[in-house]
């Protein structure tokens, strides 16, 4: 049984549990993958894998029909917006994902944003190497408001931190649960009021054909003048053009973007607003994260094959 490992970091160890399982495991070295990869040179890479191991590069029905041996795919990561799930159900092809690993990692980049404008003290690091002592009054954490779309597992992690700094916390979701308000400190709020009311708005949703562009200038309007935006969910959830002009015209203070619509990304214009602040898909990227999320891939390829899967995990169970 071939896996081929596509994920970028994979760890020795992660790859010896899989050897030592009896599975012919070897780690992709080739060019560069990752979400904006061609369909020809993926399928070189994993042309020959009855199961991967899979990063952010797109799975298409096309690729997917070229892919006669793969059985199943275990996602190193929550996101599987860019694998056609239509198409795995179609072909039989069975699909996992390591929830419950990157929430905690990306909860803390989310509050590492928050923290970056509430004290700016990479501006006041900066005077200071220029021996310019210059004591600054900045807004702090302590009452402003977080307002979270999206109240999963990441939206749930992020409360958990932003309450202790005596943050105000709302959020706004599809199916709220009321009993969260007790258990995390939080107010379920409208749509409407979640933008008027939040000083840092966090984004937290996967991508559907109902979250494209969901922060559009209508919704950019809506919210709070000089608010913060923040979006660690998937690039496509927010108009980036609409955002650059909330940004250059002052309604948007400022905005912290990990995701871009098509990645590796260098264009963004983003990229040309000095109030941005941007990071390479880095949200979930902790040295103990990754190395928890390999072996959490590796128990799912292992749970498949001996039939035993968590349905925690499982996204497509296959039929191959």
């Excluded at 923290?115 to 402003?144: C, S």
Aim: charged share 25%; glycine share 8%.
């Amino acid at each position: 049984m071939n896996v081929v490992i596509t994920t970028v970091n994979f760890t020795d160890t992660a790859l010896s549990k899989l050897k030592e399982a009896g599975l012919n495991a070897w780690k992709y070295s080739g060019p560069a993958l990752g979400a904006g990869v061609s369909e020809d040179i993926l399928y070189e890479a994993v042309k020959d894998a009855d199961i991967i191991i899979a990063g952010t590069e797109t799975y298409s029905l096309n690729l997917l029909k070229r892919l006669n041996r793969l059985k199943f795919i275990s996602r190193n990561g929550i996101g599987y917006d860019a694998i056609d799930l239509n198409a795995l159900k179609e072909l039989g092809i069975g699909l996992t994902r390591t929830t419950g690993f990157v929430e905690g990692a990306v909860a803390e980049h989310v509050m590492a944003y928050v923290l970056y404008f509430a004290r700016r003290i990479d501006a006041q690091n900066k005077l200071m190497h220029k021996h310019v002592w210059k004591p600054t009054l900045e807004p702090g954490a302590k009452g402003k408001t977080l307002a979270l779309y999206g109240f999963g597992g990441i939206g749930k992690e992020i409360a958990k931190r932003a309450v202790p700094f005596k943050m105000n916390v709302i959020y706004y979701c599809r199916h709220p649960n009321l009993e969260d308000e007790k258990t995390y400190g939080v107010k379920y709020v409208d749509e409407e009021t979640l933008l008027r009311e939040g000083d840092f708005l966090s984004l937290n949703v996967p991508l559907t054909d109902s979250t494209f562009h969901l922060i559009d200038k209508n919704k950019l309007d809506q919210m709070k003048t000089g608010s913060i935006l923040i979006n660690i969910a998937r690039g496509p959830v927010i108009d980036e053009f609409a955002v650059t002009d909330a940004l250059k015209s002052g309604k948007l203070g400022a905005a912290a973007v990990d995701v871009f619509p098509s990645e590796p990304c260098t264009d963004s214009p983003l990229a040309d607003c000095p109030t941005a602040v941007l990071t390479p898909h880095t949200a979930s990227s902790t040295v103990e994260n990754s190395a928890e999320m390999n072996i959490a891939a590796v128990d799912n390829v292992l749970n498949y094959l001996q039939g035993t899967l968590d349905d925690k995990y499982l996204v497509i169970k296959g039929a191959r």
